[in-house]
């Protein structure tokens, strides 16, 4: 299985923007798909997550009705839409993959994961 992460830039706080991640070699559709982000010297930590099937979302309290997740499942991607960038979202974002049903929002629960693509709001 490989994550490819990609969309990341340079925005103004404020701004908006969208980061994507293809899945390949992935088997089946029952599998969940999430963000976590990390900020140099800090612990990775969840963003957002969503079910195999897209009817389920999860997010973090800092995120939550700035940021929306959403897939593809055609395409086997997930995209994380950002809105009202802060400085504080500025870190490498990290897609990651899960076989099941569940969606949860710990590092530990996830198989597979992207390269990262960095995200640097500026204020």
């Known amino acids: 299985v490989q994550l490819q992460a990609s969309g990341g830039g340079l925005v103004q706080a404020g701004g908006s923007l969208r980061v994507s991640c293809a899945a390949s070699g992935i088997t089946g559709s029952r599998y969940a798909l999430a963000w976590f982000r990390q900020a140099p010297g800090k612990e990775r930590e969840f963003v957002a997550a969503i079910n195999w099937s897209g009817g389920s979302t999860r997010y973090a309290d800092s995120v939550k009705d700035r940021f929306t997740i959403s897939r593809d499942i055609a395409k086997n991607t997930v995209y994380l839409q950002m809105n009202r960038l802060k400085a504080g979202d500025t870190a490498i974002y990290y897609c990651?993959?899960?076989?099941?049903?569940?969606?949860?929002?710990?590092?530990?629960?996830?198989?597979?994961w992207g390269q990262g693509t960095l995200v640097t709001v500026s204020s």
């Open positions: 990651a993959a899960a076989y099941g049903f569940g969606y949860e929002p710990r590092v530990s629960a996830y198989n597979y």
